[in-house]
Each structure stands twice: as C-alpha cells, then as structure tokens.
C-alpha cells in the first residue's frame, strides 16, 4: 500500500521561489524511481524531474537550472526546489513513484506564477 501526498504549492510572484514536498508511505523514496510531473491549464501532463536510484536526476529543459529534485528517506520525503520562478511554470504538480509491479501517484500542489 503506498501514498503519495503533494503540499507546498502556492501563488508566488515571477522570479519567486517555492519547495514542494511529496511525503510517501510504504515504499523507500530512494530505492526506486520517483519524479515531478506537473499539468499546466489545457495542456497534457509533463514530466519536470525524473529522481533515478542510481544515475541521478534529469530535468525537462523547461526547468533545467531553475528546479533541484532531493530525496530524504530519514522523512520518507521527496523535494524539488523550485527558484526563478516563470508564468509557464504555473501548474498542478505531481509527485510519481515507479517501482517493480508499482506505479503510484499523488493527488498534485497547485503552483500558480502571477504577478
């Protein structure tokens, strides 16, 4: 049985910085794969970080630069450190975790870019 749960969405100002937390029970956020994803207004699901057991973190090129996905596994925690913050950026985000036999998914943090 595993859950995902998403918090530290918000509304902040272009240029602005936010850190968003996926806390996971039942599975060990670094023994598998887990990633961001985010959703913007009518457009299709996205992959932002993509978090690997062992070849460590790929960005989108959207958010290369800008986000830093982290794992904490003392707090069962996944991070991903969002900073220059853009309009584009606005979106409902996704915490995913990919195991042998699991696919699971959060519920998603709105993150709204708005001056």
């Known amino acids: 049985q595993v859950n995902l749960v998403e918090s530290g969405g918000g509304l902040v100002q272009p240029g602005g910085s936010l850190r968003l937390s996926c806390a996971a029970s039942g599975i060990l956020v670094s023994r598998g794969t887990m990633a961001w994803y985010r959703q913007a207004p009518g457009k299709q699901r996205e992959l932002g970080a993509l978090l690997n057991p062992s070849a460590g973190t790929v960005y989108a090129n959207s958010v290369k630069g800008r986000f830093t996905g982290s794992r904490d596994d003392a707090k069962s925690t996944v991070y991903l450190e969002m900073s220059s913050l853009q309009h584009e950026d606005t979106a409902v985000y996704f915490c995913?975790?990919?195991?042998?036999?699991?696919?699971?998914w959060g519920q998603g943090t709105q993150v709204t870019v708005s001056s």
């Open positions: 995913k975790a990919k195991f042998v036999g699991l696919n699971s």
